[in-house]
């Protein structure tokens, strides 16, 4: 588990951020204003922040200058500026990296866990156990007592993507365009076809269909 402060103005978008990350297993504390987040860095001293750049007191590229003077913890700017300025500025104060709005909120916990990665602050372990199967996702390999079970690189990536939002409802969409991006198969049941094999494979019964919307992975790690 991570702390992540999260720093943005507007309450729901604050608060649809935070309940996010919190159902993805991390530990996450609202700021509303650039002074609010330079006094809850150095109190709670969290292993990331998402900054909004639009701040009331200070602006989130003043809160940027202060985290540096005592901390390199990974800093994602987050704003609905999309201007060239603004983002060199920002990485300028180095920020660590930059998602403008409208965002998806799958896109954005994507960016923070790569973040935490980077950082050696992982969001899920490498190795992983389902039932009587450990996947080793760096290794991109599954096992069981009998031995070697054949999983593809796609395979291996949909249960990581799975683990990394364990309790969250992923929709076909998302799980497209996480996977294939520009490559985006035409039918989305492709989706199915890979739920369908990895359930077989690996005998995931922890990971149910949820009616008219998508996926989830329902597993206590």
């Known amino acids: 588990m991570a702390t992540l402060l999260i720093v943005e103005d507007d309450f729901k978008t604050n608060e649809a951020i935070c309940e996010y990350m919190k159902s993805a297993g991390h530990k996450a504390i609202p700021a509303y204003d650039g002074a609010q987040a330079v006094r809850h860095f150095r109190e709670e001293k969290p292993d990331l922040v998402v900054l909004d ?82 996947v080793d996702f760096s290794g991109y390999t599954a096992r069981d007592e009998e031995g070697i079970i ?9 249960l990581r993507l799975f683990a990394e939002h364990k309790g969250l409802v992923l929709t076909r969409n998302q799980i497209l365009d996480e996977l294939w991006g520009d490559d985006n198969p035409i039918i989305d049941r492709t989706v199915d076809t890979y739920i369908k094999n990895l359930r077989k494979k690996l005998r995931l019964g922890c990971l149910v269909t949820v009616k008219g919307i998508g996926y989830k992975l329902e597993v206590d790690q």
């Open 150 to 158: 054949e999983l593809t690189p796609k395979e291996i990536d949909l």
């Open 53 to 134: 750049i639009m701040l009331p007191k200070m602006t989130g590229l003043a809160v940027l200058h202060e985290i540096r003077r005592t901390s390199f913890a990974p800093v994602l700017m987050l704003t609905a500026i999309e201007d060239e300025y603004t983002q060199v500025k920002s990485f300028d104060e180095q920020a660590d990296d930059y998602i403008t709005k409208p965002f998806s909120m799958v896109l954005l916990g994507k960016r923070i866990m790569a973040l935490l990665r980077r950082s050696g602050q992982s969001a899920i372990p490498e190795t992983m156990a389902f039932g009587d199967v450990t």
